[in-house]
């Protein structure tokens, strides 16, 4: 069965520089929420989408800002990285009309920042 | 707000002998609760999930786990440890209802060792 995707899987960047970060949900699947985790940490959810609309912000920084598109598929724009921003990302998605909130995650995007 | 606390950042059980893994949550509406399951540098798999039909809920690889309600507990459970079960794990918490698109908060985490 498919899977969500999320690329890349790896990426280095150096302080003050962006990155996009970009998932794509399980076929037939409207929503996608965004998770970090730290080195040692559990999931911290970012932000999420429905239809293209945000539906739930948790602790996102000013800094980040994501979207989703009309193919469903999301992607977590991150600027001015710093140190701190080093952790595994993750992408989930549901389908909207299932109830109970059930999300697959992705494999994760590993983000290190020197 | 709602919140997990896992009790035991390490467990260490034998070969073969049961598994407990202890989740309380916090919750100010009946909840939706999950465990997912995290092995080193992979994403986040979903053991099983709570969601009112029955408070005994099975999952995969032979766990399982009950609400209790008076307790605000989803403790999980296996019989019979197996050496694969060594892993991360995560026991979630959602007030969804009906449907929706919040966020899941989860627990610390349990890092489970089997010992041979």
């Known amino acids: 069965a498919a899977g969500v995707i999320q690329s890349p899987r790896h990426l280095i960047k150096e302080k003050r520089e962006t990155a996009t970060l970009k998932c794509y949900p399980i076929p037939r699947h409207d929503t996608v929420y965004w998770y970090q985790q730290g080195p040692g940490q559990d999931p911290q959810f970012l932000i999420s989408f429905y239809e293209k609309m945000q539906s739930d912000k948790g602790s996102i920084p000013d800094r980040f800002s994501a979207q989703q598109f009309s193919d469903y598929h999301s992607e977590l724009n991150m600027s001015s990285l710093e140190l701190g921003d080093s952790a595994l990302y993750f992408c989930?998605?549901?389908?909207?009309?299932?109830?109970?909130?059930?999300?697959?995650f992705g494999p994760g995007t590993r983000l290190t920042v020197l | 707000a709602q919140s997990v606390t896992q009790l035991g950042s390490h467990v260490s059980v034998s070969e073969g002998a049961l598994v407990l893994l202890r989740c309380n949550y916090s919750?100010?509406?009946?909840?939706?609760l999950f465990w997912y399951v995290q092995y080193p540098n992979q994403g986040l798999q979903l053991l099983l999930k709570?969601?009112?039909?029955?408070?005994l809920v099975k999952g995969i690889n032979g766990f399982e786990a009950e609400f209790k309600k008076s307790e605000t507990s989803f403790h999980l459970t296996k019989p019979s440890a197996h050496m694969s079960d060594a892993a991360e794990y995560f026991c979630a918490v959602s007030e969804t209802s009906g449907g929706g698109a919040d966020g899941l908060t989860f627990g610390k985490g349990t890092h489970l060792i089997i010992q041979p």
């Open positions: 989930a998605s549901s389908l909207r009309e299932e109830a109970y909130n059930e999300q697959f």
């Open positions: 919750s100010s509406v009946p909840p939706y």
């Open positions: 709570y969601t009112s039909a029955a408070t």
